[in-house]
Structures are given as C-alpha cells and as structure tokens.
C-alpha cells in the first residue's frame, strides 16, 4: 500500500510563510534556490511528515500530498488508464528520487515520489587482536 510522505503548502512569499511555522511549530527548513524551493523539516517524531514551500502560483490548490511509490511509470499508467492526468512529468530531484504531479478524475492535485533506495555497505568485520 502505497503511504503519503510529502506535504506542500504553496505560498506567495517564503519569508511570511516561514516565520509563521518557524514562531507557531517550530518548524525549521533548507532552501533549494535552483528549484525555488524550501524544504519544510516538521521535526523529528516518527508520527509526522515533513513537506515543502512551493510558489503558489505553480498549481490551482495550496495543499498537495505527495505519494511514496515503487514504481512511478507503473503509477503514472494506472492514474492515466484511471481518468488521471499528469501535469508534471517525472522530473529527477538530487539525492531524493524521481517527483511526479498528477490529478485525479475530479481534479484534486497530488504528487508521487519513486525515491532513492540507499543500498547500506555491509560493515566490514574487523578482526578482533587478541593480547598476549
């Protein structure tokens, strides 16, 4: 089953937007300049997500969810074969995954992410000396 893990607010000036959730929850953030972006971290307690400043302007609604996936061609077919449109192709965001938009049949707006699966090395066993 396929979970949200994104959440974007859209908003038409970053520095209100940021003070607001900085002052009101805490909320701290990164800047991507090249994307216009400002990634949203809502802290470290396992219930949340955390999400992103996006510019208002970019879609027709202010919130949008984003869904973890598998496999986003795979998806993206299921929603067009379902009555979705795309309306962001699947673009490559560094060192997170591939993001695409979509919206569903009664044109609600959400995003899919196939992210990066980081394969961990397996730690090298270091042979224990043993003292005479």
């Known amino acids: 089953m396929s979970k949200i893990v994104h959440f974007e607010i859209g908003s038409s000036n970053f520095e209100t937007s940021k003070a607001f959730y900085q002052e009101c929850f805490g909320w701290t953030y ?4 090249q994307m216009n972006y400002h990634q949203i971290d809502t802290g470290k307690d396992v219930s949340g997500i955390n999400g992103g400043f996006m510019p208002a302007e970019d879609f027709d609604q202010k919130i949008i969810l984003t869904i973890n996936v598998e496999d986003l061609d795979e998806k993206l ?14 673009q490559e965001i560094p060192r997170v995954g591939r993001l695409a ?3 569903d049949p009664l044109d609600t707006i959400m995003g899919m992410m196939q992210p990066i699966v980081y394969q961990e090395e397996e730690p090298e066993e270091e042979e224990e000396e043993e003292e005479e």
């Open 30 to 33: 990164e800047v991507y300049e």
């Open 77 to 90: 077919k299921r929603v067009v074969d379902n009555g979705g449109t795309i309306i962001m192709p699947p």
């Open 101 to 103: 938009y979509f919206k």
